[in-house]
């Protein structure tokens, strides 16, 4: 699957599926179906950027701070596949639109749904929080509305803090419209950096166009490290709150706590900022490029005291004015979905042009239509195919040699059984409650049970197998006419095949065509590895059916038997003298013995 491709595959690893849903930079996300028939959503990188160790790193970040996060408001992770050709996430599926979408499709949120929009945020970040996390992208694309709650989504360029930074010294990653001042100068980023970020994207929520602007790159991010958000487009009643949380300097913004609570006190029908004494008795000059306000009890507004430094542009010196992007214009970085319906071309209309925008449909698209026989499920029947051909040829080396294939084969058979009750039941888990770090230590603590339990099965299962062969040595001897050893040799090769398709053989066919699926990732994979076991079957076959099978390092049944039976006639007519030899004493009859 290519960034280019627009065919959904039918399946991957063990998930069927639907439809891709949204593609970004990073890769492309599918509705996917699970084993247990729920929707989810599945997030895979596109090749080259697989092919990329950072982008790895990158999506195991990801699967880490989201696997360390547990808010209802947080999107969580169900599975993850981060080795082998496709690297995967697999999290729940939201069916909702995002934020952006929402906004430029409706208009901005009402005050109820702003209140509610901004304490669930606030919920969210507390737990991101807690959990030692900086989610670093807060934006209104990241953000689902999901029954009117918000589910905050891709930790995509998250890192836990103090973690060892993957960017390189003056790159940044994310949307600048919504980033924090620190960030983009580069400087040390904390957790204040998300209020910030969540600050920006309920300001959009709330009038539709983005804080600081919607010119070009430059002019957005040099408005951002000024601290020059457009605040009188914002309700009265929001404006402290965002004023608080918009500052420039991170250690004038509260916490993601404080930020909860003063978003639980946000009323609309209060529209003052709720200062303190101090803050309202300060008035500051502020001078912007030549032009003087006087901005009584907005000191909080205000960028820091050393921009007012002789450094500072002169009046001549003042940037371009700043012209609006087209409306065409998408943002950097469009890889911004995890879960959810896909969302309009990235733009910020005015609100005449967003009227005349038609949402789109929000249809659930039929599945892709069958393929064609050759390629339909062609990773498990590929696997499939391969382990059929690799059965054929131990069945076969069985025949040339039974004695040490055979007892190869049933200890081949315990120790697939004890990996997949290890294994199968890994995966089971990993599908309900995502993989863990723990996995390692319950496989080794589940070892001795499973081994126990393997050869309780084994104990079971192999006496069937070998009457299986039996009974297939009966029928060639004495049906088919073979000797002794032909027939023996087959019978060898039968009570192999019997341990991987009788009764009690699932759990080690199971386990190769896992072991499969996971090795053949592509359809040419397993067509090459088809060929390879093809042609080493066929050789198996022949000179199983023309050769003289070897017995060692047992010998020859036919002469195994004739001693046998040898031994037994002797040990019998010499018990059967005996005791007529000693009837005819007892009854004085001796003389009459011919073994006296």
Same mark, same amino acid.
């Given at each position: 699957?290519?960034?280019?491709n627009?065919q959904t ?5 063990p998930?069927?599926? @639907?439809?891709k849903?949204?593609e970004?930079?990073?890769g ?20 080259h950027?697989?092919a990329d160790?950072?982008?790895r ?18 999107a969580?992770v169900?599975?993850?596949?981060l ?18 979408e929402?906004? #430029? ?9 702003l ?6 945020l606030?919920?969210a +970040?507390?737990a991101?929080h ?11 694309s990241?953000?689902? #509305?999901?029954d ?5 989504i891709?930790f995509g360029?998250?890192h ?5 930074? +993957? ?27 998300d209020?910030?970020s969540?600050?920006?994207t ?6 539709g166009?983005?804080p ?7 002019a ?8 020059r958000?457009q ?5 009265a009643?929001l404006r402290?709150w965002?004023?608080?949380?918009l500052q420039v300097e ?15 006190a ?7 900022f ?12 502020k ?13 909080? +507004? ?8 002789p ?6 010196e003042?940037p371009?004015?700043?012209?609006p ?29 967003r009227?005349q925008?038609?949402?789109?449909p ?12 050759g ?7 590929g ?15 069985a025949v040339?040699m ?12 315990l120790?697939?059984r ?10 089971q ?10 996995d390692?230590?319950?496989? #080794? ?17 192999v ?5 299986f ?5 009966g029928?060639l ?6 000797g @002794?050893?032909?027939?023996?040799a087959?019978?060898?090769g ?8 009788l ?12 072991? #499969?699926t996971?090795?053949?990732?592509s ?5 090459v590895?088809?060929? @390879?076991?093809?042609?080493v079957? +066929?050789f198996a076959v022949m ?18 038997i004739?001693e046998?039976?040898t ?14 030899d ?12 011919p073994?006296s």
């Amino acid at each position: 699957m290519s960034a280019g491709n627009t065919q959904t595959p039918e399946r991957l690893g063990p998930y069927r599926l @639907v439809r891709k849903i949204g593609e970004g930079g990073m890769g492309v996300v599918h509705l996917g179906i699970d084993g247990d028939g729920r929707e989810v959503a599945i997030k895979v990188l596109h090749p080259h950027v697989a092919a990329d160790l950072k982008a790895r790193d990158r999506l195991t970040r990801e699967v880490e701070t989201m696997r360390r996060v547990r808010s209802p408001h947080v999107a969580e992770v169900l599975d993850a596949e981060l080795v082998g050709g496709q690297p995967y996430v697999v999290t729940r599926f939201a069916p909702g639109r995002t934020l952006e979408e929402t906004v #430029l499709s409706d208009g901005p949120l009402g005050a109820r749904e702003l209140i509610r929009l901004a304490q669930g945020l606030c919920q969210a +970040l507390v737990a991101i929080h807690a959990a030692d996390v900086i989610h670093r992208d807060f934006k209104p694309s990241n953000v689902m #509305l999901v029954d009117g709650e918000p589910l905050v989504i891709d930790f995509g360029i998250a890192h836990l803090v103090n973690a060892t930074r +993957l960017t390189q010294t003056g790159m940044f990653v994310g949307t600048p419209g919504y980033l924090a001042p620190e960030i983009i100068r580069d400087t040390e980023i904390t957790q204040r950096a998300d209020v910030h970020s969540l600050a920006s994207t309920v300001f959009f929520a709330a009038t539709g166009v983005p804080p600081f602007g919607t010119g070009s790159f430059e002019a957005v991010c040099f408005n951002i490290m000024e601290g020059r958000a457009q605040l009188d487009k914002a309700p009265a009643w929001l404006r402290g709150w965002l004023t608080r949380a918009l500052q420039v300097e991170p250690e004038a913004r509260p916490d993601a706590r404080e930020l909860l609570r003063m978003a639980r006190a946000l009323d609309p029908a209060v529209t003052t900022f709720n200062e303190s004494p101090a803050e309202e008795r300060q008035g500051v000059t502020k001078r912007l490029f030549g032009r003087t306000k006087i901005m009584e009890n907005f000191s909080d +507004l205000l960028p820091p005291v050393q921009y007012e430094r002789p450094s500072r542009p002169s009046r001549e010196e003042k940037p371009p004015p700043y012209v609006p992007a087209p409306v065409t214009a998408r943002p950097p970085w469009p890889d911004q979905r995890v879960a959810g319906y896909p969302a309009p071309p990235p733009s910020y209309a005015q609100p005449q042009q967003r009227a005349q925008a038609q949402p789109k449909p929000r249809t659930y698209a039929p599945p892709p239509a069958p393929t064609p026989s050759g390629e339909r499920k062609r990773y498990l029947v590929g696997s499939q195919f391969v382990a059929l051909l690799a059965l054929v040829t131990l069945v076969a080396l069985a025949v040339m040699m039974p004695v040490m294939v055979s007892a190869i084969a049933i200890v081949l058979a315990l120790v697939l059984r004890v990996g997949e009750n290890l294994f199968g039941d890994m995966v089971q888990r990993r599908q309900v409650r995502g993989s863990s770090a723990a996995d390692p230590l319950l496989v #080794l603590v589940g070892t001795p049970w499973a081994l126990v339990k393997a050869t309780l099965v084994s104990v079971v299962q192999v006496p069937l197998a070998i009457l299986f062969g039996v009974c297939v040595w009966g029928v060639l001897r004495w049906g088919g006419g073979l000797g @002794v050893n032909e027939a023996a040799a087959y019978a060898a090769g039968a009570l192999v095949a019997g341990l991987f398709v009788l009764p009690g053989g699932g759990a080690p066919r199971k386990a190769v065509t896992r072991t #499969l699926t996971g090795v053949l990732r592509s359809p040419g994979a397993a067509s090459v590895a088809a060929l @390879v076991m093809g042609t080493v079957a +066929l050789f198996a076959v022949m000179y199983a059916v023309g050769g003289t099978p070897s017995w060692e390092p047992w010998r020859a049944p036919e002469t195994v038997i004739e001693e046998l039976t040898t031994r037994a006639q002797d040990s019998a007519t010499g018990l059967i003298t005996g005791l007529v030899d000693d009837l005819m004493r007892e009854l004085g009859l001796g003389f009459l013995s011919p073994w006296s």
